[in-house]
T-cell receptor
Framework: AQSVTQLDSHVSVSEGTPVLLRCNYS??????LFWYVQHPNKGLQLLLK??????LVKGINGFEAEFKKSETSFHLTKPSAHMSDAAEYFC????????????FGQGTELSVKP | DTAVSQTPKYLVTQMGNDKSIKCEQN?????MYWYKQDSKKFLKIMFS???????INETVPNRFSPKSPDKAHLNLHINSLELGDSAVYFC????????????FGPGTRLLVL
């Protein structure tokens, strides 16, 4: 069965320091993986996606993620956090053989301190 | 121009009532979805339609009935509302039903009293 596990429910960083949000996946197939962000009381916005092209994926707002098959990981990083990055982040796997059904991780809440 | 829109944004109602949530997308996508986000922010798919045809139907009580009058609209009707139905409901759309990016609406916050 395909699934994703976000290893931290809450991450707190200071503004200007690096961000690391961890995600491990489980998939029988070559997975399609996504990171979505949800700001308070808002909908979900796509940050980036991996679909078996380059393993290092660049997204919006300076975020990037690296697909590591040997570690079954897809961690999200950003070199320097900004206050506006404070939000809930979801790692997501798409089920290729089930009509694009998305399976969401539990979410990681990112707090950014001034 | 809003890509995926939902109405209403907020819905407060009594147990036992029937309510509908509407979703429209102007992206020209073929596939639309409904997701439920619970109080712990966990998101789970409920339904998916491709060109007005139901393709994903998760284990959802049959009090929930999606309706797609055309491929740009996917509405969600809920009968006999229960306290446990309180959640945020998100509509989404994508170009196809494969592993492509989905575009989400702003959500409808449903509170059942």
């Amino acid at each position: 069965a395909q699934s994703v596990t976000q290893l931290d429910s809450h991450v707190s960083v200071s503004e200007g320091t690096p961000v690391l949000l961890r995600c491990n996946y489980s998939s029988s197939y070559s997975p399609s993986l996504f990171w979505y962000v949800q700001h308070p009381n808002k909908g979900l916005q796509l940050l980036l996606k991996y679909t078996s092209a380059a393993t290092l994926v660049k997204g919006i707002n300076g975020f990037e993620a690296e697909f590591k098959k040997s570690e079954t990981s897809f961690h999200l990083t950003k070199p320097s956090a900004h206050m506006s990055d404070a939000a809930e982040y979801f790692c997501v796997v798409s089920l290729y053989n089930q009509g694009g059904k998305l399976i969401f991780g539990q979410g990681t809440e990112l707090s950014v301190k001034p | 121009d809003t890509a995926v829109s939902q109405t209403p944004k907020y819905l407060v109602t009594q147990m036992g009532n029937d309510k509908s949530i509407k979703c429209e997308q102007n992206l020209g996508h073929d596939t639309m979805y409904w997701y439920k986000q619970d109080s712990k922010k966990f998101l789970k798919i409920m339904f998916s339609y491709n060109n007005k045809e139901l393709i994903i139907n998760e284990t959802v009580p049959n009090r929930f009935s999606p309706k797609s009058p055309d491929k740009a609209h996917l509405n969600l009707h809920i009968n006999s509302l229960e306290l446990g139905d309180s959640a945020v409901y998100f509509c989404a759309s994508s170009p196809s039903g494969g592993p492509v990016s989905q575009y989400f609406g702003p959500g409808t916050r449903l509170l059942v009293l």
